[in-house]
């Protein structure tokens, strides 16, 4: 299985579409779709479920977008930054951003 340049509980920054520039985090990651913290909304229309106690009526939901529109958020550089993988010399595959070479995973 690959690995994954993008995943859940990264920083990223969007860089394509009507949120580009903002930040946010990564709650879930399918394939190549993506979906951010307070990114990419859209107002759904909820019915309510009297079972669960869950009112009903118009919410704000983060909707799925591909992961080529975001760049994980390098801090050094306060910048989108592209990733790639290399092997340490214990074995281990690791992230680490292209601009300065910085391993992504601790």
């Keep these: 299985m690959a690995m ?3 995943r859940k509980g990264d920083d990223v920054i969007v860089i394509a579409g009507k949120d580009s520039g903002k930040r946010g985090t990564v ?3 399918d394939q190549r779709r993506i979906v951010v913290e307070n990114i990419n909304l859209a107002k759904k229309h909820v019915k309510p479920d009297p079972n669960k106690g869950e009112p009903g009526g118009i919410i704000d939901k983060e909707m799925p977008m591909d992961a080529s529109n975001v760049a994980i958020y390098n801090p050094m550089t306060n910048k989108g930054d592209r990733v790639g993988f290399k092997s340490l010399d214990d074995g ?5 951003y292209k601009s300065n070479g910085e391993i992504v995973d601790v």
């Design 4 to 6: 994954n340049k993008i």
């Design 92 to 96: 281990r595959k690791v992230r680490f």
């Design 27 to 29: 709650l879930k990651v």
